[in-house]
């Protein structure tokens, strides 16, 4: 049974930073790309980021270039979301799952992790 549990959200003030992690199990978390996406009420889930199996390569949807990094931890089954310079348009709940760009092999979904950016 695949399971998705995101942390590390929470409220901070526009310029601050965060650091999400997502523990996966249930299935072979080391050879599935792995993505982080977000939601805001009344609005599709959102693609934001993306990293391959062997940590090489990274995508990221524009927005958050060049604030957010993607890294992941095979040992622990686990992918981080590192997010500098946030800003209150970035506040959402954020998700985690496994798959390419674009793609969700599993229809299973955590709980999600709040972040709210606002003074």
């Known amino acids: 049974q695949v399971q998705l549990v995101e942390s590390g959200g929470g409220w901070v003030q526009p310029g601050g930073s965060l650091r999400l992690s997502c523990e996966a199990s249930g299935f072979a978390f080391s050879t599935f790309f792995m993505s982080w996406y977000r939601q805001v009420p009344g609005k599709e889930r959102e693609l934001i980021a993306n990293?391959?199996?062997?940590?090489?390569?990274?995508t990221y949807e524009n927005s958050v270039k060049g604030r957010f990094t993607i890294t992941r931890d095979n040992a622990k089954n686990t992918v981080y979301l590192q997010m500098n310079s946030l800003e209150p348009e970035d506040t959402a709940v954020y998700f985690c799952?496994?798959?390419?760009?674009?793609?969700?092999?599993?229809?299973?979904w955590g709980q999600g992790t709040q972040v709210t950016v606002s003074s």
């Open positions: 799952n496994a798959g390419r760009w674009g793609t969700v092999p599993f229809e299973s």
């Open positions: 990293i391959n199996t062997i940590s090489t390569r990274s």
